[in-house]
């Protein structure tokens, strides 16, 4: 049982935007920045979002993030058959002072 | 570019130990936050620890304190995992990675090893 609620899976045709969701509580995303990591099948997580909404250089502007409360999403615009891939939250969380992570979220582009 | 380069996973039998390491290049391992995550076979990504870049303050999982240590040698820019006491549920992919900042707890992971695989089985 993860920390943070992400829902197992999200299945999307090509083109529409879409958001994946991560809940939490005031020890983590209410009080600490989220981050968002892609891991496509086979390889090394990457990071897509820092800081809530923020992006490294190379990611697809694409992809947004935003947070309100104690609940954080991310956002897929114009989505395309390369975003298939699992997709992880993750927060500082004060009261374990350990970071946690969602469970993570299967997007599939049918 | 940033490169991370794992090492040292294997088979190990119940209540065995291993030493994980983590050879850094290009950036001075002990100016930024260093972690170590972990992924089961099929599952999600779990934390393991922590260590902060300037102060070597560690942070450590409940479900690894007392087992693990997470360590980093300046002189080989090398960050290190000692396993302890290993256990079937320890069987993981275990990734190194790097804060994007020298505090732990205000970071993200933005450059991930390429992993290194764990087995703890008789």
């Known amino acids: 049982q993860s920390v943070l609620t992400q829902p197992p899976s999200v299945s999307a045709a090509p083109g529409p935007r879409v958001t994946l969701s991560c809940s939490g509580s005031?020890?983590?995303?209410?009080?600490?920045?989220v981050n968002w990591y892609q891991q496509v099948p086979g390889k090394s997580p990457k990071l897509l979002i820092y800081?809530?909404?923020l992006k490294p250089s190379g990611v697809s502007d694409r992809f947004s993030g935003s947070k309100s409360g104690t609940s954080a999403s991310l956002a897929i615009s114009g989505l395309q058959s390369e975003d298939e891939a699992d997709y992880y939250c993750?927060?500082?969380?004060?009261?374990?002072?350990?970071?946690?992570f969602g469970g993570g979220t299967k997007l599939s582009v049918l | 570019e940033v490169q991370l380069l794992e090492s040292g996973g294997g088979l190990v039998q119940p209540g065995g130990s291993l030493r994980l390491s983590c050879a850094a290049s290009?950036?001075?391992?002990?100016?930024?936050?260093m972690s170590w995550v972990r992924q089961a076979p099929g599952k999600g990504l779990e934390w393991v620890s922590s260590?902060?870049?300037?102060?070597?303050?560690?942070y450590c999982a409940d479900s690894v304190k007392g087992r693990f240590t997470i360590s980093r040698d300046n002189s080989k820019n090398t960050l290190y995992l000692q396993m302890n006491g290993l256990r079937a549920e320890d069987t993981a992919v275990y990734y190194c990675?790097?804060?994007?900042?020298?505090?732990?707890?205000?970071?993200?992971?933005?450059?991930w090893g390429q992993g290194t695989l764990v087995t703890v089985s008789s």
């Open positions: 800081h809530d909404d």
């Open positions: 993750a927060a500082w969380d004060d009261s374990l002072s350990g970071w946690v």
């Open positions: 005031s020890s983590n995303i209410g009080n600490n920045p």
């Open positions: 290009v950036f001075t391992l002990s100016n930024y936050a």
């Open positions: 260590i902060c870049g300037s102060t070597a303050h560690t």
């Open positions: 990675a790097r804060g994007e900042g020298s505090l732990v707890e205000a970071t993200s992971f933005d450059y």
